[in-house]
């Protein structure tokens, strides 16, 4: 408000009122500080009638409390945004503004005092001059009595926004006080060892649109509860050395993420100073590089009156036929011009018990998000060809069996619902096999009308009482998926028992058996001897890579693999499967196409720039690898940063998996090798292993299958004797232990060359570790 203005005050006023969720995400009553601030003019006012009262210069704080009272009584909004506009609103209209002489406006401030379960409270500031309140007022009346012409020049000809901020520094704020934080802060040796408690409080400066107040959804972009997760997130993890370099971050978070164009932070530290409350940090920071997100508009019916691209989430799943292929073809047909539909992400795949209808056979589902041109009807009309085209009949039982089915699930924002669909999907929130696979790409998604993160949705599933949990949803991989037969293809389990692959090194100078299978019909007996000894799946290389290992060209490592694929398929059929060992496109795809089942780059698709493309092309598992360099240059570059070998996998996968994804490959085919061996040292590599379920605890890498190939190598002949070590076939026990090692880790997959004694280790170990 200008502060050309005297001003009428009316301070923490406490209510009670129906407004969005409380810190436990339920709708009910709760508890708000509304401040309310009227531009006036005391001067005026006491030159007109001295000690009365003129209502042309000022108004009564006393009716403004009365009037606030009986309004927050009786009505119920679902954002803290409508609802202060909305008391904007009413006090110009209701209160004496209106007839007030002055341009200043009304400033209100809504405080929900315990909003969120680690912060003091949540607010929203908006300031509205009198020009803006003529135009609220005009959206309001035109809303409950139909546009008139003496109106028409007061309503704003933009359309609706899915958003209620245009992203613009504005006179409005979301407030975020006392967010309560723990982490290791600090330069002294002795703040490096405990967490210590800090206090966040945001202010983000912005612009709210009026026009919001006929939307009144749940903001996707300004949502105080995903901001403030997102925050305290990434403050737990983080170990900084000062308040300095946190809180640019968390400012760059701010900008980067949430788009926010000015933010103001203060992180107060406690336990810093013994004779003070507190020491404290803050800064006030504007966006400058994050660049412009899209606007959102509302549909106006089912048409899209923007003519941008629109982000779709898709639940599909199958319990007919090749369920696996039946999914795919689902994707890739929908997906089949990206100029129209791209795809953007795909979750893992589940195995599912059938439900409303239980005497049938079990589904995969799973879920996946595209960018579209298509209006939702269209999109819903080319789904339902995709479906016909995979056999569906339409006229059988609802919710029977069915080879192919695919919902919308969100759209943007929006909320539609016609006679042949509904937007966001009506049972979403029931549906374990829709949320689980959300979670896997959007778990901070709002469900637009639910007031709740698709992770919390899931969560309250499954702690709701009498919640059947009996039966889980199993994450699998499909393999076979390259055969055209109809019959169902194999799914592996992840979560109830260790694979073992054995390796079959068709090279002469493997460090360990170079030069004993590069004759193929000894290749094919070794392999169907280690087949025998209970290998789940046999992985062919023909390109060694031992530290120093030389580079053959691509025609040797092809003439190498290929005809040991083409021949150990035909001696085992289809029930054994067969991995390619190798980081060249061409013979990964020449050796699926002889009969391989998946890809085993050590590079993580690195070396050969076609490698993603075959991948995603192929549509087949794959495994990548972290490692540094070539195999001559590898054992050199062993230098980590503060030794923290764990969090360099962490990041390389990471970006290895992004790098995957935005090429098409579905996140179910993804399966990842810590690399131990590969450009690390001895106590490196036992590091990894002491700290393998780290990669896949949380974040990014969350719930990818792990292989692990600790196999015979160097670093376990640390605990040899000195006359056992140089012999690597003297390693089957020492192998034995990293493998029950990896186990219990939680690898899901074991890389050994001894596999009559490995199965014996690592089936006890599941004894041991998975149940």
């Not at 949803?473 to 592996?492: A, C, E, G, I, N």
């Not at 004993?516 to 290749?523: C, I, K, Q, S, V």
């Not at 880790?745 to 170990?765: Q, Y």
Request: aromatic share 6%; with cysteine.
């Amino acid at each position: 408000m200008d502060a050309g203005y005297d001003r009428i005050i009316l301070q923490n006023l406490r209510v009670d009122c129906l407004v969005g969720v409380d810190a436990w995400e339920r709708p009910k009553h709760q508890p708000l500080i509304i401040s309310v601030i009227v531009a006036s003019d005391v001067k005026g006012s006491v030159s007109s009638v001295g000690d009365g009262l003129s209502s042309q210069h000022t108004v009564s704080y006393g009716d403004i409390q009365t009037r606030i009272r009986e309004f927050a009584a009786v009505h119920s909004y679902r954002t803290l945004e409508a609802l202060a506009m909305a008391i904007a609103h009413h006090c110009f209209t209701q209160c004496g503004v209106r007839s007030l002489n002055n341009e200043g406006g009304v400033s209100v401030y809504i405080e929900k005092p315990k909003a969120l379960l680690h912060a003091q409270s949540v607010g929203i500031e908006i300031t509205r001059t009198r020009q803006e309140l003529e135009e609220l007022d005009a959206l309001l009346t035109a809303k409950d009595n139909g546009p008139s012409q003496s109106l028409a020049s007061k309503i704003p000809k933009s359309p609706l926004p899915l958003e209620p901020y245009d992203l613009q520094i504005g006179a409005d704020k979301i407030i975020i006080r006392q967010l309560a934080c723990s982490t290791i802060i600090g330069i002294n040796p002795w703040e490096r060892v405990q967490k210590q408690r800090l206090f966040i409080d945001i202010t983000v400066h912005l612009h709210l649109v009026s026009s919001f107040i006929l939307v009144d959804k749940i903001p996707n972009v300004f949502n105080f509860r995903t901001m403030v997760k997102a925050i305290a997130e990434y403050v737990e993890s983080t170990s900084f050395k000062t308040l300095e370099m946190l809180i640019e971050n968390i400012a760059g978070i701010l900008g980067r993420e949430f788009h926010a164009p000015k933010v103001w932070v203060r992180i107060s530290k406690p336990s810093a100073v013994i004779y003070a409350d507190t020491a404290a940090v803050e800064i006030t920071r504007t966006r400058d590089s994050a660049g412009p997100i899209r606007k959102k508009v509302r549909l106006d019916g089912d048409g899209v009156s923007d003519g941008d691209l629109h982000t779709v989430f898709i639940g599909i799943g199958s319990n007919l036929g090749n369920r696996a292929k039946n999914i795919s073809f689902g994707i890739q047909e929908l997906c089949k011009d990206s100029s129209v539909n791209r795809l953007l992400d795909t979750s893992f795949l589940y195995e599912t018990k059938p439900m409303y209808v239980t005497e049938q056979p079990n589904f995969l589902n799973a879920a996946f998000k595209i960018e579209t041109k298509l209006t939702p009807s269209a999109l819903l009309t080319h789904i339902k060809d995709i479906e016909a085209a995979a056999g569906r009949n339409f006229g059988e039982i609802r919710n029977g069996p069915r080879p192919l089915d695919m919902d919308i699930l969100f759209y943007d924002s929006l909320e539609l619902k016609t006679p042949t669909l509904e937007i966001p999907h009506k049972l979403i929130h029931e549906r374990e096999f829709v949320l689980r696979p959300l979670c896997d790409i959007a778990p901070t998604f709002p469900h637009p009308t639910r007031f709740r993160t698709c992770s919390h949705l899931l969560g309250i599933l499954l702690n709701t009482e009498g919640y059947d949990t009996s039966m889980p949803m199993l994450q699998v991989t499909p393999f076979h998926t390259r055969l055209t037969s109809s019959k169902d293809s194999p799914v592996w389990t992840w979560s109830t028992r260790t694979r073992v692959m054995g390796i079959l090194n068709v090279t002469p100078d493997s460090f360990s058996d170079g030069g004993e299978f590069t004759d193929l019909e000894r290749a094919v007996a070794a392999a169907k001897a280690m087949i025998s000894a209970g290998a789940h799946v046999i992985d062919i290389g023909g390109q060694s890579t031992r530290p120093g290992a030389e580079m053959v060209t691509e025609e040797v490592e092809c003439a190498r693999v290929v005809p040991v694929v083409e021949a150990l398929r035909r001696e085992i059929g289809e029930g054994v499967l067969i991995s390619v060992d190798t980081f060249r496109a061409a013979v990964a795809k020449k050796a699926i196409l002889a009969g391989a089942d998946f890809i085993n780059d050590v590079t993580g698709a690195a070396f050969d720039p076609n490698m993603v493309t075959v991948m995603a092309e192929l549509n087949v598992p794959v495994c990548i690898m972290h490692m540094r360099g070539d195999p001559k240059t590898m054992q050199s570059l062993t230098t980590y940063e503060n030794n923290d070998v764990t969090s360099e996998v962490r990041t390389v996968l990471t970006a290895h998996v992004s790098k995957l994804i935005h090429a098409g490959v579905y996140r179910w085919n993804i399966i990842l090798d810590p690399g131990i061996g590969f450009a690390k040292t001895g106590d490196q590599n036992f590091k990894l292993l002491r700290e393998l379920h780290a990669i896949t605890a949380k974040g990014a890498l969350a719930r990818f299958p792990l292989l692990v190939g600790p196999s015979r190598k160097g670093f376990l002949k640390a605990g040899l004797d000195e006359k056992r070590q140089a012999d690597p076939k003297e390693r089957v026990w020492a192998t034995a232990a990293a493998c029950c090692a990896a186990v219990m880790g939680g690898a899901g997959i074991l890389r050994v060359h001894d596999v009559k004694e490995m199965v014996d280790v690592i089936a006890t170990s599941d004894i041991l570790y998975r149940r």
